[in-house]
């Protein structure tokens, strides 16, 4: 049986993450790849528009 393992990137009185996905579509092929990035939560929409 596998184990589930958690990890937890909020300490208490710290800053909250979020996992921020976006998809980059490459000049040479055309084809998509995702980049991922951890941000915190404040700074999602700042990420999101660049």
């Known amino acids: 049986m596998a184990k ?7 300490k208490e ?11 980059v579509r490459s000049e040479k092929t055309g084809a998509y ?3 991922e990035e951890m941000v915190p939560a404040p700074m ?4 999101l528009k660049k």
């Open 44 to 47: 999602v929409q700042e990420t």
């Open 33 to 35: 790849t995702f980049r």
């Open 4 to 10: 589930k393992v958690v990890a937890t990137l909020k």
């Open 13 to 23: 009185g710290g800053v909250s993450y979020a996992k921020v996905i976006k998809a």
